[in-house]
């Protein structure tokens, strides 16, 4: 594994051709690593390069434009050990550090140099405007209406009514209704009570002294 492996992403509100441009030529890697030689190998055109570095690391470093949404992302990668041999954590650990912050400040530098015009959160491309195909009747909201309890609802208890009068109104076995057949009885028994009677009496007149 080379002792000095960086990895840096970076989104860049412009067309990748655009950056190929400024970023494949010498000049912009003169700015950011000034102690590193790149010597070009593969030419991707709008996808990037790929460069041996030598000078002061050796080993290979890549950029590669990968287009997203309206900008593009600006990955780079370098992987080399430093041309002098093994360096001690602490001395390595700094270089590291020199290397990405050295490319980040310059990738932002770039960045806000082709951003600048944009208003911040507005897109490059520009976005036409739909207009709506509902019509006005669509988006108007329909008032409440005023609900009223289903026909049926009712119905059902005016029959339920009218089945209980009927039951109450239903002949007994006589073939009565059932008021006239408790008033016919109380009538049976109130002759039976007089006869009851008047037999008690025959039978009191005609017992001797």
Wanted: charged share 25%; proline share 9%.
């Amino acid at each position: 594994m080379p002792e000095v492996d960086l990895a840096d992403d970076t989104f860049v509100v412009a067309p990748a051709e655009e950056l190929a441009a400024r970023l494949a030529g010498p000049a912009f890697w003169r700015t950011c690593w000034p102690a590193i030689e790149l010597s070009p190998y593969h030419d991707r055109g709008a996808e990037g390069m790929r460069w041996y570095a030598g000078g002061a690391l050796s080993g290979t470093a890549e950029l590669w434009l990968e287009p997203y949404r309206d900008g593009t992302v600006v990955h780079v990668f370098l992987r080399a050990d430093p041309a002098r041999g093994t360096s001690p954590p602490r001395r390595l650990a700094r270089l590291r550090r020199e290397y990405a912050v050295s490319l980040k400040a310059a990738l932002f530098a770039l960045k806000d140099e082709v951003e600048s015009g944009r208003a911040v959160g507005t897109s490059r491309i520009p976005i036409p405007a739909t207009p709506s195909t509902r019509g006005p009747e669509e988006l108007q909201i329909p008032a409440a209406a005023h609900t009223e309890a289903p026909t049926e609802v009712h119905t059902e208890i005016h029959t339920e009514i009218a089945t209980e009068v009927r039951i109450d109104e239903r002949p007994d076995a006589a073939g009565a209704a059932p008021e006239t057949g408790r008033a016919a009885k109380n009538a049976q028994v109130a002759e039976a009570g007089q006869d009851s009677d008047s037999a008690a009496t025959r039978r009191s007149a005609t017992r001797p002294a």
